[in-house]
């Protein structure tokens, strides 16, 4: 699986090391959200690679909404549920992580799970700058670059076939938008899945937003600048 050397599975616990998740973040899904470099001081786990996790250990479903409620860090170890319609992957004090729900048909092909991990992630890990900054740009604000939060609030992903093994995801722009209220925001990204160029999907990011500031484009391009050089620093 795609995924294997991103955890580490004892029985039925999994956890991740800080070099894990940060691994995964930025070879995977091009992601260099600064809370998942290995020595940040709030790290967690990317929500990707929980999402992709689920996938490798419960299959593809045609209906499957995704709700995190807490930030996992490399000192959690989950307990994979046994499978069912709604799973809840939790610590070994019960503590609740993410909240699965899963209906329809279910596939365990490799080659699906794979490829749909790999271009789910790939579209997620770049919500910032290319889909983020231009929505709050409009709205007249900016990520705060010195404290810079935006974490999962849930995903869906809705497919009408199974009997796939290629699969693209394309931005609905007509149905992202993002909403703010002072320094809070909300933003969901709407997706459409394709195979072979006709759609056979749909899907949905939702993310939060703290400590919004207003806009200012010298700060911007600072802070984008400061993504892209971590970038080129990693592949070298």
Same mark, same amino acid.
């Given at each position: 699986?795609l995924?294997?050397?991103?955890?580490?599975?004892?029985?039925?616990?999994?956890?991740f090391?800080?070099q894990?998740?940060?691994?995964?973040?930025?070879?995977i899904?091009?992601?260099?959200?600064?809370?998942?470099?290995?020595?940040?001081?709030?790290?967690?786990?990317p929500?990707?690679l929980?999402?992709s996790?689920v996938?490798?250990k419960?299959?593809?479903?045609?209906?499957?909404?995704?709700?995190?409620s807490?930030?996992?860090?490399?000192?959690?170890?989950?307990?994979?549920?046994t499978?069912?319609?709604?799973l809840s992957?939790?610590?070994?004090?019960?503590?609740?992580?993410?909240?699965?729900?899963?209906t329809?048909?279910?596939?365990?092909n490799?080659?699906?799970?794979d490829?749909?991990?790999?271009?789910?992630?790939a579209?997620?890990?770049h919500?910032?700058?290319?889909i983020?900054?231009?929505l709050?740009? +409009?709205q &007249?604000?900016?990520?705060?670059?010195?404290?810079?939060?935006?974490?999962?609030e /849930?995903?869906? @992903? #809705?497919?009408? !076939?199974?009997?796939?093994?290629?699969?693209?995801?394309?931005?609905?722009?007509?149905?992202?938008?993002? +909403?703010? &209220?002072?320094k809070?925001?909300k933003?969901c990204?709407?997706?459409t899945?394709? /195979?072979?160029? @006709? #759609?056979?999907g !749909?899907?949905?990011?939702r993310?939060?937003?703290?400590?919004?500031?207003?806009?200012?484009?010298?700060?911007?391009? &600072?802070?984008?600048?400061?993504?892209?050089?971590?970038k080129?620093?990693?592949?070298?």
């Amino acid at each position: 699986m795609l995924i294997d050397q991103y955890y580490r599975q004892e029985q039925q616990q999994i956890s991740f090391t800080r070099q894990q998740a940060s691994d995964f973040a930025k070879n995977i899904a091009d992601d260099f959200n600064p809370l998942h470099d290995a020595d940040a001081k709030r790290f967690c786990v990317p929500g990707d690679l929980l999402f992709s996790l689920v996938l490798a250990k419960y299959g593809v479903s045609q209906h499957m909404q995704f709700t995190f409620s807490g930030m996992v860090n490399d000192g959690v170890e989950l307990q994979l549920p046994t499978a069912s319609s709604q799973l809840s992957l939790k610590d070994s004090v019960g503590k609740e992580y993410m909240n699965i729900e899963q209906t329809g048909d279910n596939s365990s092909n490799p080659q699906l799970i794979d490829t749909l991990t790999q271009r789910y992630v790939a579209f997620s890990g770049h919500t910032f700058p290319h889909i983020l900054q231009p929505l709050l740009q +409009e709205q &007249n604000v900016m990520i705060n670059p010195d404290r810079p939060m935006v974490i999962y609030e /849930s995903m869906l @992903i #809705e497919l009408e !076939r199974l009997d796939v093994s290629d699969i693209e995801l394309a931005l609905n722009m007509q149905q992202t938008r993002l +909403e703010t &209220n002072g320094k809070r925001g909300k933003i969901c990204l709407a997706f459409t899945l394709l /195979s072979d160029g @006709i #759609e056979i999907g !749909r899907g949905e990011k939702r993310m939060l937003l703290s400590g919004l500031k207003p806009y200012d484009q010298q700060a911007v391009d &600072n802070l984008i600048n400061n993504y892209n050089a971590g970038k080129s620093r990693h592949k070298g």
